[in-house]
């Protein structure tokens, strides 16, 4: 913080354009001389009133703007103190005696308090500044999806006028089609050798993708009972390594010509051609397995037509794995108007290393619905925003309400609060869910689970901290 209390380009100061701070903290001085000066004159200063009317002021301007206007808080008030106590320039004689009666503790006090409230808040305006810059690359990646998406349409429209005259045809992969449209990976995997199977004469096909060292089983069709088990494959020494060796589609006849291809002769009864599932860069993370199919459709025109619905999965899923890492990043589900799990990870350490530097109480609370389960959709929306709404209502303002990674589980971040202020809000919002919830079921009351743990002199670690809580809440431990 200190090497730092001069850098006023990165600080305070940035926000110099604005003035706002610093005319309200001229005006709050204005406002505490002039009712000392009307009402309390015969306490200059009010220099016998506790708690000191200035802290209010340097509390309020520290606490909101930042380091810098909180640091000029300080200063002023201490400056301001002293110049009322002194209505000249003071002597040595002077000094001593205001020494021996009020001391220097009370200014200086000023001036810390106002450094490091300002400090504390500075650093969550550099935070949230950070998260302004995250949306902008956020945005960024947007229109890339959006891009990828025109390229898919394209896709679309050329296989479709390939196969045009086949009205029931075009019709029928249309609808088949709209698996890709999915934001799950299984029904696309699904959706594309179904395509296959479908509309180009493949009777016998399975997909993998690449996980580690191996090729993992995605999807089949085609496949007898007895074969669809959870299938791996490695990655070295298979013809589905050498695809993506390749990084091109593959006939046996196309393996057949390279040199050092009999060392694959015992994989050539499951195969007939085999397609790389690849990303935007053209890098492979799957192989489509063409293992049985009418000799007269096994033409140029129809490994084309395979390649590209291959193709055309590969950036389908491309999109989700973008979706996923947008949505993982994402801070603030727009559905249920509350923190995400993502954020809370990053808040929890930083709010338990601010407690433990500045020995502050914190505590963290978890809240479980109970059987949440067992709810419909409809009512598992219902429960989770009624919930998020009475945490919200008996919380404070600088408290934060986190989703869990489960749903139905919400957890509660209380900074500067002991055990005893927050056990209060948790009492408060499981007696007002009960009520809340017997007009959702008709019946009996949703159970709430409801769990706290507060950061004790022997808690090193923020793990502990969230461990606790997630064992009472009869949560596995992370």
């Known amino acids: 913080m200190i090497k730092n209390v001069f850098n006023f380009k990165k600080r305070g100061l940035i926000r110099s354009k604005k003035a706002s701070p610093y005319v309200e903290l001229v005006i709050a001085f204005v406002l505490i001389d002039l009712i000392n000066f009307l009402f309390f004159r015969s306490n200059p200063c009010f220099l016998n009133l506790t708690p000191h009317p200035y802290w209010l002021i340097i509390l309020l301007i520290a606490s909101r703007y930042g380091f810098m206007p909180g640091f000029l808080s300080g200063v002023i008030a201490a400056f301001h103190f002293l110049g009322v106590q002194f209505d000249h320039f003071p002597t040595k004689t002077d000094l001593e005696y205001f020494i021996e009666i009020h001391g220097f503790i009370l200014p200086s006090a000023f001036v810390f308090v106002g450094m490091v409230l300002g400090e504390m808040r500075e650093k969550q305006l550099m935070e949230i500044s950070g998260v302004k810059e995250d949306l902008s690359k956020k945005n960024a990646t947007v229109k890339n999806l959006e891009e990828q998406i025109e390229a898919t349409e394209k896709a679309r429209r050329n296989l479709e006028n390939r196969i045009v005259g086949e009205t029931t045809t075009v019709k029928t992969l249309y609808e088949t089609a709209k698996h890709f449209e999915s934001l799950k990976e299984e029904e696309i995997y699904t959706g594309c050798l179904e395509m296959l199977v479908k509309h180009l004469q493949v009777e016998k096909v399975s997909l993998y993708t690449i996980e580690g060292d191996h090729f993992v089983l995605k999807s089949a069709q085609g496949w007898g009972k007895e074969e669809m088990v959870e299938g791996k494959i490695p990655l070295a020494g298979s013809l589905l390594g050498l695809v993506v060796q390749e990084q091109r589609l593959l006939t046996v006849k196309d393996i057949l010509q390279m040199s050092g291809s009999g060392r694959y002769s015992a994989q050539y009864g499951n195969t007939l051609a085999l397609v790389p599932i690849r990303l935007e860069d053209g890098k492979p993370f799957g192989v489509v397995n063409i293992e049985k199919m009418d000799f007269l459709a096994l033409n140029k025109t129809n490994l084309q037509l395979i390649e590209l619905v291959v193709n055309w999965a590969g950036k389908a899923i491309e999109q989700i794995w973008n979706y996923n890492a947008i949505q993982k990043r994402n801070i603030w589900n727009d559905d249920y108007?509350?923190?995400?799990?993502?954020?809370?990870?990053?808040?929890?350490?930083?709010?338990?290393?601010?407690?433990?530097?500045?020995?502050?109480?914190?505590?963290?609370?978890?809240?479980?619905?109970?059987?949440?389960?067992?709810?419909?959709?409809?009512?598992?929306?219902?429960?989770?925003?009624?919930?998020?709404?009475?945490?919200?209502?008996?919380?404070?303002?600088?408290?934060?309400?986190?989703?869990?990674?489960?749903?139905?589980?919400?957890?509660?971040?209380?900074?500067?609060?002991?055990?005893?202020?927050?056990?209060?809000?948790?009492?408060?919002?499981?007696?007002?869910?009960?009520?809340?919830?017997?007009?959702?079921?008709?019946?009996?009351?949703?159970?709430?689970?409801?769990?706290?743990?507060?950061?004790?002199?022997?808690?090193?670690?923020?793990?502990?901290?969230?461990?606790?809580?997630?064992?009472?809440?009869?949560?596995?431990?992370?």
């Open 337 to 478: 108007q509350v923190y995400t799990h993502s954020f809370f990870e990053h808040m929890l350490p930083m709010e338990f290393n601010r407690a433990k530097t500045f020995q502050v109480p914190m505590s963290l609370g978890l809240l479980k619905v109970d059987q949440f389960g067992f709810l419909n959709e409809q009512s598992q929306v219902l429960v989770s925003k009624s919930l998020l709404s009475v945490i919200k209502k008996c919380c404070d303002q600088t408290d934060y309400a986190f989703q869990y990674k489960f749903r139905g589980v919400f957890l509660v971040i209380f900074p500067m609060k002991t055990r005893l202020a927050a056990e209060k809000s948790i009492t408060n919002i499981k007696k007002e869910f009960s009520d809340i919830s017997k007009n959702i079921q008709n019946a009996s009351p949703l159970k709430l689970i409801a769990s706290l743990e507060d950061i004790k002199q022997e808690t090193q670690q923020y793990n502990e901290l969230l461990n606790s809580v997630l064992q009472q809440g009869q949560i596995a431990k992370v």
